[in-house]
DNA sequence: TCCTGATCGTTAAACTTTTCACAATTGGAA
DNA sequence: TTCCAATTGTGAAAAGTTTAACGATCAGGA
């Protein structure tokens, strides 16, 4: 394994190199890391160290190949190895993720979605099947289930989060506004969509107060 | 004003405490930096830097109190104030975000949403009602809107963005994956979901490898 | 063949954020 | 009253991240 330790800023901006690069690999043979770096407002020695992080086969004067970067890019996210994923919660926020192909470009795989409400219970949404809360633990352990979506009010969170803990599930994606205490070894991804929005209003309020952002 | 430079990191962090604070604020009079970084599993030190910040009413042995701390960071935030919001792509995602009222306590108040589809055009969701595209420069010119939300396909979001720019609006929320080019002032965040899932992706490989994280 | 300029990769500097260490304050118990 | 323990606030150290500077490489044209 000649894998490197790839911060978590790195990290993050890799799915966005991913998606870009997807989408010009048509087009384009080779790109530069400068030519990265303008596209996203970036500095260009940035990209370079994360390009530099999960490749290495950058070449002076031609940069890196399209498909060869697409590739290790894919092989550091491990897009390509499936992530069996159950979501929690099939509301309006849930059904959305449910619906959203998007996902899958990074291995997800979301099986079934599981829900208390009788009227949601039994449906399907996007093919995938939404079954009762009391089969949780049966689906997570029959399937091997490893990646759990937390769609549901943020005061039922926490006991989702306890159950499908319980499963052997280790890693949860948690869109409730609460925090989760989880047993070690368990990693919660925290969507916070109000820290977004919290640093937008301040630019609106920056521009009215006079002070330029 | 009292203002002091708060970092983008700190403004981050504040909604989630402002949500833990008014979680408790019913049965707690005080609270201290310590207990909160415990309930976050943050360093006391960083959230007490971060609460003075927008406070600096802490008072040893008792910490904060709770009523006082909410008003001071719904201050700093600008919860009072409402931003005019449009939201732009009412299909499966665009609904979750009209339908949701969490964001209310953060000052957000989404007037209309617009899509092109004739079939959801002049239909209501959560009573807002869904335009026609074509009303957008007028509604945004109208009302005064100040913030923008895109949640259409990533192939649509750099058209819409630039008619969201033309009518003054200079704070845009962008769901699509793609990077958006403004002219200066405007300000995007990008909410890009895909860098958490490889963030978890990553922990589910490292585990397997056995590597512990 | 030999330049030239684009590009890479790396080391060092600048900057940001987090953590540590410690003095200062204060409410309440002895 | 006096002391104690909890807690704040802050300056300095440590860790992490971004930017700058620069030499090395190499494709393609003179
Ligand atoms: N909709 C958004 O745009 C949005 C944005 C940010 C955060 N969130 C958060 O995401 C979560 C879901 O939001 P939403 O808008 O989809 O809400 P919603 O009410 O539409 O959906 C919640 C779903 O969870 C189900 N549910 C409730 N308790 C459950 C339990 N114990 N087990 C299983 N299912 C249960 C309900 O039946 C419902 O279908 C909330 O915590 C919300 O705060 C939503
Ligand atoms: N659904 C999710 O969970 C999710 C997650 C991450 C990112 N996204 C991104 O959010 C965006 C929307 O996702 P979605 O799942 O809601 O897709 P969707 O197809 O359900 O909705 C898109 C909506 O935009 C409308 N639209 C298309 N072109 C338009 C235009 N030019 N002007 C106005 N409206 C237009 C369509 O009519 C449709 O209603 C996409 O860019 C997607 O990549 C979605």
Redesign the pocket.
């Known amino acids: 394994m000649d894998e490197k330790i790839i911060?978590?800023?790195?990290l993050r901006?890799l799915p966005v190199y991913l998606h870009y690069l997807n989408s010009i690999q048509d087009h384009c043979r080779?790109?530069?890391?400068?030519?990265?770096?303008e596209e996203f407002g970036?500095?260009?020695?940035?990209?370079?160290?994360?390009?530099?992080a999960v490749?290495?086969?950058?070449?002076?004067?031609?940069?890196?190949v399209v498909t060869e970067l697409i590739a290790q890019i894919e092989s550091v996210l491990d897009c390509r190895t499936e992530s069996k994923t159950v979501l929690v919660g099939a509301g309006n926020l849930g059904k959305a993720l449910l619906s959203y192909e998007g996902f899958r470009d990074f291995g997800l795989n979301i099986i079934a979605a599981f829900d208390n409400s009788p009227t949601i219970c039994g449906t399907l949404v996007n093919g995938k099947p939404v079954l009762p809360l009391t089969d949780l633990e049966t689906v997570c352990r029959e399937k091997h289930i490893q990646l759990g979506i937390i769609t549901v009010p943020a005061s039922q969170a926490q006991e989702i989060c306890d159950r499908l803990a319980a499963c052997g599930i280790t890693a949860i994606w948690n869109f409730a506004p609460t925090i989760l205490r989880v047993p070690a070894g368990v990693l919660v991804e925290n969507e916070n969509l109000a820290s977004s929005l919290a640093i937008l209003s301040k630019h609106l309020r920056a521009e009215k107060g006079g002070a330029p952002t």
Chains 1, 2 share one sequence.
Request: proline share 3%; aromatic share 2%; hydrophobic share 25%.
């Open positions: 911060s978590a800023r790195t901006r080779n790109i530069s890391a400068t030519a990265i770096s970036l500095n260009d020695v940035q990209v370079r160290k994360d390009l530099n490749s290495g086969t950058g070449r002076p004067k031609t940069g890196y």
